[in-house]
């Protein structure tokens, strides 16, 4: 921190210099002007140009050669698309291979909002295409909370009138969370390098953060869902006296992640104590399915303690979110 003192001009006007590194930095000259920004904890943004603008994008640059692991290679890719970087470059000093490449496309089709805009036999760019001014983390999370919900509402009624083509989609439907996830966690980390841009839109940078959090609970539920239509398979096949009581625990603990959601969305402490006793119930619930588990036999005897451990899962996970949501509405 460079620590500069008050001076007094013109006998009521207070002033401070400018450093001169910072200023070259940015091209300000004698006679430009400069913006004041208050903000609520008594500091003070300077905004060069007299406007609040965002900074400019960032490059990342990744290196192919000697990468040979096709996943690495993906999982570095996500990681800077994450990171929130404008552009990522897939660079080789001899060439790329066929797998980077591929990685690259596979890459960019499959991450909101990017495409690939320059490719060579050396380099592929692939930059963002979305306009900030447009990332509302909070928005996101209401449509991943949909899709989860939409998948497990399948689930559901793939037990309940035993159709196992219900079940089918379902990794790809949560391929599609994925994405989601990604996107929020990229949005944050945009959010936090860039404050003025949360405050240009009128969000609050904890809010924003906030969405990381309940994204990442959200995914982790898509993965459950996952794990349940898997395990419900045998038991389509071969119905159990258990399957009433799945159905209705489960439609229970629906209805206990969308409403965790909606105390966050609303800030309703009240709403949000209720859904964590509500989820501590429906955890009992899923302990004393997977005791009666037991009665069992064979196949549906482990799928039903399986499904019973997810659903333990989901209630836990919702009940994180309307701590959340408690958090939020004491702000």
Known sequence: MDLRKIQITGGSSFMITLPKEWADSVNLKKNDTVGLQPQADGSMIIYPGGTSTSPKGSTKTIEADGVEDKDFLYRKLVGAYIAGHDSIILHSDVGLSSLAASTASSFAQIAIGLEIMEESDTSIMIKDLMDRGEMRPAKSVDRMKVLVRNMLNDIMDGLENGDVSL????????????RIDWLISRQVNIHQRDTGLS????????????????????????????????????????????????????????????????TWSNKDMDAANRCIERGERLVKRSLELSDLADSLSGKPAMATELIAGSVKRVAEYSMDIAEIAINSAMD
């Open 167 to 178: 079940l089918d989609p379902m990794v790809d439907r949560d391929r599609e969370v994925d």
């Open 199 to 262: 405050r240009r839109m009128g969000l609050d940078l904890c809010e924003i953060s906030r969405c990381g959090y309940i994204s990442r609970s959200l995914e982790r539920i898509g993965d459950h869902a996952v794990l349940l239509a898997s395990n419900f398979r045998p038991l389509i096949d071969d119905p159990t006296d258990l399957d009433r009581e799945i159905i209705a625990t489960g439609r229970d603990v629906i209805a206990l992640m969308v409403d965790s959601v909606g």
